[in-house]
């Protein structure tokens, strides 16, 4: 027996009562134009800018935009205001610059998204070949099986892409390594042709050995292994860093802590979002595995903040208050 229209009709008003009434309550943004990020030329940043739009326009109903820019371009556009909020700065990359922005009183730094590393790798299948190969300084005794293929009778460690700072770091970690005469540092022509050799290798399983850094998609999709250097000594890391350092002394790479940017006049305006850009942390792992997942599924940024979003909600949901994060919730 069917239910009367009218009945029916009744019903369905309930129903769509009830479900409005169990809707995450609409929320209005602090600021009434697009919140603008800065795109920065490189995984982890274009990640992060996607995680944060989204919580952003689903949990605070705000517009945002993103403008494409180099590091330093976009730190200066951070501090006219032409952009809001840049997701990662590396202040150890930047120091001179970072230091003149915050001075200026137009750009703040908050919180910590995570800290990132640098350092001299090998795959972990090379390890297996080599149990002994555990510090860069073992290098030395295995030169026959990273040989360079131009120059053979010396190994070839990959290196930082040609005019990045990095390279006087490695030339005087190798000079203090002492393995000038039996390696060459070969600095690739860009990022792009570094990640092609490393990658072309290691499905090959040939033994390569090259400087990266973390997090990053390529780190976080293979199975690699850290050579380990001495512990961390400051004095020793400012010369390594100077292309005059006279005598290099091996350590560790410095820790770099990355923290949010944000415009001071775009902070003050917007208290709320100012408070969620200082609770933002993101775990090694968590940024780790989502770079992986974006690499190995040959991804688009927007698609892997979509992939941490939804993997990681016991991370995100500690950054914004509850009712934010229900929408957000909602929204995936």
């Known amino acids: 027996m069917h239910a009367p229209r009218i009945v029916r009709k009744a019903l369905a008003t309930l129903a769509s009562v009830a479900a409005l009434a169990c809707a995450p309550t609409a929320s209005a943004c602090e600021i009434d134009r697009p919140v603008r990020f800065s795109g920065l030329n490189w995984e982890s940043n274009l990640v ?85 190969l555990r510090q860069a300084a073992d290098l030395q005794r295995y030169k026959n099986i990273f040989i360079d293929p131009e120059d053979p009778a010396k190994g070839r460690i990959y290196g930082c892409p040609a ?51 973390t997090p990053t998609a390529l780190v976080g999709a293979l199975d690699l292994v850290k050579l380990e250097l001495p ?34 006049d775009f902070a003050r305006q917007a208290p709320a979002l100012h408070r969620f850009f200082e609770a933002l942390t993101v775990p090694d792992e968590a940024i780790g595995a989502t770079l992986g997942w974006l690499e190995n599924e040959k991804a688009e940024a927007d698609d892997a903040a979509l992939y941490f979003l939804r993997q990681y909600g016991d991370v995100w949901k500690k950054w914004v208050p509850a009712d934010v994060a229900q929408r957000v919730q909602a929204a995936l």
Not at 67 to 90: C, K, N, Y
Not at 167 to 179: I, Y
Not at 189 to 201: D, E, L, N, R, V
């Open 48 to 132: 992060m800018v996607g995680i944060q739009r989204f919580i952003l326009e689903k949990g605070y109903g705000c517009k945002t935009a993103m403008e494409i820019g180099e590091t330093l371009p976009m730190l200066a556009a951070l501090q006219r205001g032409d952009v809001d909020v840049t997701p990662e700065v590396w202040p150890g990359q930047i120091e001179g610059a970072w230091k003149k922005a915050l001075a200026s009183g137009k750009v703040l730094g908050v919180g910590h998204v995570f800290t990132a590393g640098e350092g001299w790798y090998v795959p972990r299948y090379t390890v297996e070949r080599h149990p002994d």
């Open 163 to 213: 005019g990045w700072a990095c390279g006087t770091l490695n030339e005087n970690l190798l000079k203090a390594l002492g393995l000038e005469r039996d390696y060459n540092l070969f600095a690739p022509g860009s990022g792009a042709a570094q990640k092609a050799a490393i990658m072309s290798a290691y499905k090959r399983k040939r033994d390569i050995v090259f400087y990266y850094w």
């Open 231 to 264: 512990a961390f000594d400051q004095a020793a890391y400012t010369c390594m860093t100077d292309p005059k350092c006279a005598k290099p002394v091996a350590t560790e790479f410095k820790p770099n802590p990355v923290v949010t940017g944000l415009n001071a």
